[in-house]
């Protein structure tokens, strides 16, 4: 049984799931339709403080489409509010 998998955003690095079982990370990938692009282990030291010893931790690295196509929407919003305000010509302030 593997403990500490890690569901991470390929593209921007955003951990969507932090220290779940395996088959758990992998229902949420197929829950929301994401590709694995990249399956890391990691030796992980612990400190004294920890009780000392290592750590497996498992990194899983998705792409998200709909993640994707929101951050791109959003960007083109935000492209279309500047060009509309014109904010680099003084557009979009109050004048006294």
Do not use: N, Q, V
């Given at each position: 049984m593997e403990l500490n998998v890690d569901v991470i955003d390929n593209e921007?690095?955003?951990i969507y799931r932090e220290g779940v079982l395996l088959a758990v990370a992998h229902l949420f990938i197929a829950s929301v339709k994401g590709k694995?692009?990249?399956d890391e282990v990691d030796i992980i030291d612990l400190d004294?403080?920890?009780g000392g010893g290592q750590i497996e931790v498992r990194s899983i690295y998705v792409d998200f489409p709909e993640e994707k196509?929101?951050?791109e929407l959003?960007?083109?919003a935000i492209i279309r509010?500047?060009?509309f305000w014109q904010y680099e010509n003084g557009g979009g302030r109050v004048h006294q």
């Open positions: 921007t690095g955003e694995i692009s990249k004294d403080i920890d196509l929101k951050r959003s960007a083109d509010a500047r060009d």
